[in-house]
């Protein structure tokens, strides 16, 4: 499915309806540049899920946990990993393979340890078409 949002409101709409659908063990990966909207995304599904909790990105402690929702929200953002050893470390399995809903930003620098298969989503800006403009495609692997 390709979507095209044209504000950051829009963006966490789109993020909140795909939460409100989410199931126990379903993996997002959440893949775009700096400054994409990754985190307004995120903290959209994360409203979707019935957290009330300010959700940032986890950038220095690779995963965040909230369970404050109608499920587990499993946030992680592995921009910083430096070595693959790391998710070892913080046992990436009890997450990914457990009862909640697990969002993996920077998904493509893991990709030799996503399970076989998870909902990808890609977001893009393109500044032809406005500062806000994002397109949106969501796919499943």
Known sequence: ?????RSAEET???GMEIGKKARPGQIFTLIGDLGA?????????????????????????????????RMPFYHFDVYRIGDIEEMDEIG??????GNGVTLIEWANLIEEILPEHYTEIIIEKDLANGFDYRRIRIEEV
């Open 92 to 97: 990436y399995e009890d997450y990914f393979y």
């Open 12 to 14: 966490f709409r789109l």
């Open 37 to 69: 909207g990754k985190t307004v995304f995120t903290q959209g599904l994360a409203k979707g899920l019935d957290i009330e909790e300010a959700i940032s990105s986890p950038t220095f402690t690779i995963v965040q946990v909230y369970e404050e929702g």
């Open 1 to 5: 499915m390709m979507t095209e949002t």
